[in-house]
């Protein structure tokens, strides 16, 4: 067994931030679901996607985690919220959800820092940088639902969603 050349505190975070990136691709599901239950397939699949995305996140640093020597530790996913009044609540909740990622983000980066641990940095940057694009896309979601006053432009806005929030945005 190869010893891990990763700091004991910095693989710690390491292994809480994958868990979180598990979590929210789980969060996004239940909110693609959701969505879908109400016939809003643009909103369904863009979830669906993000959900995807947060899997990829996990990947990257599962990844680091075993290049330097250590297994990742998989903990439970607590079930993610399923059941809201509107979508508004949904765009609320992925903004929230985003926040705290960024949170999360950090934290790591902040104990990679302190350990003078520059892969972890690294990979940290990468993420940062994520986060940003990540809130962007949320708070303007919740902003253009805010804005979609009636039933027909909730719909107008749900076809136009990848459009609107983009691939280059949602990355
Ligand atoms: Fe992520
Ligand atoms: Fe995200």
Not at 15 to 36: D, T
Not at 70 to 88: G, H, I, K
Not at 125 to 131: D, K, L, R, S, Y
Not at 142 to 162: F, I, M
Request: one cysteine or more.
């Amino acid at each position: 067994m190869i010893k891990s050349k990763i700091p004991t505190n910095v693989l710690t975070e390491l292994n809480r931030q994958l868990n979180q990136e598990l979590s929210a691709a789980h969060a996004y599901l239940a909110l693609s679901a959701w969505c879908a239950s109400q016939n809003l397939k643009g909103f369904a699949g863009f979830f669906a996607k993000q959900a995807g995305e947060e899997r990829e996140h996990a990947q990257k640093i599962l990844r680091q985690v075993l290049d330097r020597g250590a297994v990742p530790e998989l903990a439970a996913l607590a079930a993610p919220r399923q059941s809201f009044d509107s979508l508004l609540a949904v765009v609320e909740h992925a903004q929230v959800m985003e926040q705290a990622n960024t949170q999360g983000i950090h934290a790591v980066y902040e104990t990679a820092v302190t350990a003078r641990d520059y892969p972890a940095q690294v990979l940290m940057h990468w993420f940062i940088a994520e986060q940003v694009e990540e809130e962007a896309w949320a708070d303007e979601a919740v902003d253009r639902v805010q804005s979609a006053t009636c039933a027909g432009s909730l719909l107008d806005l749900d076809r136009h969603l990848e459009k609107i929030l983009g691939t280059d945005k949602a990355g």
